[in-house]
């Protein structure tokens, strides 16, 4: 190759064995049965700090609920919330429904096919827009997730926080002459693929997932093992510059089931908090020592309740902090129902169809371990715990 640096060599080499490698070792996911830009997106958003085994039964259920953006710009936020109720990072599904409604105003219900009008749909920036227009498209645009980071600072040697914008562009730049080199693979004869460029996007997620990972790698499966400078240098364990988490915070609730006459009281949270438009059981965090529970219950349910017995604790985490969440049986007294901002009186059929929050569904699911079997609509009683404050489900 007459004129050709060791660079665009090994960009070269890079693209033709990432290819040969996705064509024989990609898995089997059912987004990747389609071409079609909406279900791509869909899955490119469940996808974002989620895992693949848990994002398959979701976008499954999901494209069989709203196949398309008319039925998804359409949807009741109920049915969207339950749709999406355990995977967390809850604004990404109204962000979907939201970029659903901007293309049907905008692009007559069409998903939009150029990169600039995909980047400007709401919740999408550079990494999804290049996902979509390469995977469904295969437009020559680079993708950069947190498995191609490490992936190219391991490859290329890339020294630095691969977060910091400085390091980050560089590694942009690295994912671009890869697709460019792939899409020029394509329209060569031969070219081995009639998508070149969405499979190399594609080999490099899997090979971050699967093969390059953060800890453990499999150096002796990589196809690019013989190029790597990171297994060259014996640096794989250093790159990419690992960047200290800041310390876990630990939180604690207590929240409170109170049922009267076969219903329950629930609330919705508000539209400007984590989490919001989803329902949960009245509760309250605990900022301070030791706090007996009944007097947290009078400040969450507005009066003084008969009793107040110990149901379960439940251990969860989002982002940085460790949360304890401490439930509580609530008996009203018999005169007066106790009375939340935005709650309701629900039955257990209406508690199932309510999109609820990840750690309030669980303790749904310990209610109906201790109910009787009975669903018909008769008065259920909630059994009292074999254990006092037990941990369930974690």
């Known amino acids: 190759m007459v004129g050709v640096t060791p660079h665009q060599r090994k960009i070269s080499d890079l693209v033709t064995e990432l290819l040969e490698w996705y064509s024989k070792n ?25 895992q693949v085994h848990t994002v398959i039964p979701y976008w499954k259920r999901w494209m069989e ?17 339950k749709l999406w109720e355990g995977l967390g990072y809850y604004s990404r599904v109204r962000n979907l429904q939201k970029a659903a409604l901007v293309i049907a105003e905008r692009h007559g219900g069409r998903f939009p096919t150029r990169f600039e009008d995909v980047l400007e749909l709401p919740g999408v920036g550079r990494y999804t827009a290049g996902a979509v227009c390469s995977i469904a498209f295969n437009q020559a645009k680079p993708i950069l997730d947190g498995n191609v980071m490490r992936v190219l600072c391991r490859l290329f040697g890339v020294e630095g ?20 080199q792939a899409d020029l693979k394509g329209n060569r004869n031969g070219g081995g693929t009639d998508h070149p460029v969405s499979e190399l996007n594609q080999s490099l ?20 093992s013989g190029i790597c400078v990171a297994r060259k240098e014996n640096r794989v364990g250093e790159l990419p510059r690992r960047i200290p988490r800041p310390p876990a915070v630990a939180r604690r609730f207590m929240a409170f089931v109170v049922e009267q006459t076969g219903r329950f009281l629930v609330r919705q949270r508000p539209a400007e908090v984590v989490n919001a438009h989803f329902w949960e059981f009245p509760n309250l965090e605990i900022l301070g020592g030791k706090t007996n529970p009944k007097d947290v219950s009078r400040k969450v349910l507005g009066g003084t309740m008969e009793s107040v017995k110990p149901l379960c604790a439940i251990k969860h985490t989002i982002t940085r902090y460790r949360i304890t969440l401490e439930v509580f049986e609530a008996v009203a007294k018999r005169h007066g129902k106790p009375r939340v901002s935005g709650g309701q009186w629900v039955s257990v059929a209406e508690l199932h169809r309510l999109p609820l929050t990840s750690a309030h569904k669980k303790i749904l699911q310990l209610m109906d371990l201790r109910m009787g079997e009975d669903r018909r609509g008769r008065s259920f009683t909630l059994r009292s715990p074999r254990s006092r404050g037990g941990s369930f489900g974690l």
């Open 205 to 224: 997620m899997e090979l971050g997932a699967l093969i390059c990972t953060a800890r453990q790698p499999r150096c002796g499966e990589c196809p690019a």
């Open 65 to 81: 609920a709203l196949p398309d953006i008319r039925s998804l710009a359409r949807a009741k936020p109920e049915k969207l919330h």
């Open 26 to 50: 990609a898995r089997d996911l059912p987004w990747r049965q389609t071409k079609d830009p909406y279900g791509v997106h869909v899955s490119e958003v469940m996808l974002q700090q989620t």
């Open 161 to 180: 926080d691969p977060r910091a914008p400085k390091t980050n562009e560089s590694l942009w730049r690295l994912a671009e002459q890869l697709v460019e």
